[in-house]
């Protein structure tokens, strides 16, 4: 008989377990409580993990054309002197690509059509049952084999089990935009890098996505009420970093801030419910690798469980054999947020810090 997955959130994880379960051979519905569906945040770093589980959903070939793979990465300091250069690559065991999250979301939403998953929009989750249901605001109850809540860093679905995450908070904040990007517009370097700036009190860092889009990801402590206002003030940000004025002059009115935070809970499953991304083991974007553990917990669950005969013992096992590795990413992530906060500081991209990158995440071909 078809086994069936109610899902709640229509993110990165909510799709990626989506498809994997459709792809085995199950049904899947995703409930996602926003009217329409759309990535919200800019743009976005994918390593190699991540494109892996990409191939695997059918959505590796749209996501990479359109998106950007950067000749190197630097470092610069408020004086504009590179002080880090790092390349990724068949070299490093990892590509380092980068895009705006619409791309990522779209490629994702045609593979989840074609692979026939239901998204049903307008559908706000408001609790789960261990024995395996979802109930929605309007008060409907969707019976499945197994339920998934996808529904991110407040996830309802963590809520109502009474599961309460450590969360450690982070001082610092980002502004996430997109501005048009033009030919050359870094004089001083090679304009197709990924460059982080840092000055001693912010951080730009500079992350082309396409020919035409400029992924900036402005870095403040949350303290600095002017710093981390929308509309963004340009005259701060420009006095921060000069020699960028004539790209912060194309921001405008937009821009969204956000903080960040680490949240663990003891436990990912309850009975036939298990969390993934955000609402089990959200993490500081320092090593850009919430949504890439998403998507690699998205496809592993679907693997360990599209077989079983036992779903809540597969769930259990899923959990114990693939989380060391979420673990280790968020408690580095964590470290690194604490301690670049605000200093003149050098992502240093080292084997811990690449672990993650360089997996092959369960129920791809590679891993097989
Ligand atoms: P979400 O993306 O939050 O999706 C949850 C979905 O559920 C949403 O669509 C929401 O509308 C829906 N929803 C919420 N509540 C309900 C409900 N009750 N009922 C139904 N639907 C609901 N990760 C990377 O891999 N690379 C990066 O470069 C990167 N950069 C980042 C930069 C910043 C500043 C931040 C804050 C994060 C970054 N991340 C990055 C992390 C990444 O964005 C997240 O880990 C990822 O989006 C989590 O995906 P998700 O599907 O778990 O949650």
Redesign the pocket.
């Known amino acids: 008989m078809t086994r069936h997955a109610e899902i ?8 990626t377990v989506a498809i994997a379960l459709r792809q085995r051979g199950w049904t899947a519905r995703v ?4 009217p329409e ?1 759309r ?1 919200f ?1 800019a ?5 190699e993990n ?1 494109l892996r589980v990409l191939r695997t959903l059918g959505a590796y070939e749209d996501v990479i054309h359109g998106a950007h793979e950067a000749p190197g990465y630097e470092g610069r300091n408020a004086d504009n002197e590179r002080i880090s250069f790092e390349v990724f690559g068949p070299q490093r065991g990892t590509r380092m690509l ?1 895009m705006t ?1 619409q791309h990522l979301y779209k490629a994702m939403l045609a593979a989840a059509d074609r692979a026939g998953v239901e998204i049903v929009t307008r ?4 609790s789960a049952d261990p024995q395996g249901s979802l109930t ?1 605001s309007d008060g409907r109850v969707w019976p499945a084999d197994v339920v998934i809540g ?8 963590r809520k109502s089990l009474g599961l309460i995450p450590v969360v450690t908070p982070c001082d610092f904040g ?1 502004i ?1 935009l997109l501005v048009p990007r033009e030919k050359n517009d870094l004089p001083f370097t090679e304009s197709d890098n990924v460059i982080n700036f840092w000055s001693p009190n912010f951080r730009i860092l500079y992350v082309p996505c396409n020919e035409n889009e400029l992924y900036l ?1 402005m870095g403040a402590r949350d303290s600095d009420k002017s710093a981390t206002a929308i509309p963004v003030r340009a005259d701060i940000w420009a006095a921060a970093f000069p020699f960028l004025k004539h790209i912060i002059q194309r921001i405008g009115q937009q821009g969204r801030y ?3 935070e680490t949240s663990l809970l003891d436990h990912w499953t309850i009975g036939r419910i298990a969390l ?4 089990a083991h ?4 320092t090593l ?7 998507m690699m917990n998205g496809l592993s669950i679907a693997h360990h469980i599209c077989n079983a005969d036992d779903v809540t013992k597969a769930l259990s096992d899923w959990e114990h054999s693939e989380r060391e590795l979420t673990d280790h990413t968020q408690d580095i992530a964590k470290r690194y947020a604490a301690t670049h906060a605000g200093r003149n500081g050098v992502s240093k991209w080292d084997d811990a810090a690449l672990r993650a990158a360089h997996h092959l995440p369960s129920g791809t071909v590679e891993a097989a």
């Not at 743009?43 to 390593?47: A, L, N, R, S, V």
Request: proline share 4%; net charge negative.
């Open positions: 709640a959130g229509a993110g990165f994880a909510g799709l409930h996602e409580s926003s569906l990535a945040g743009g976005i770093f994918i390593w991540g980068t999250r559908s706000e989750v408001v929605t996808a529904d991110g860093v407040t996830s309802k679905v980002v996430r990801a956000d903080t960040y993934i991304g955000d609402s959200a993490m500081p974007p850009g690798q919430g949504a890439g553990c998403a």
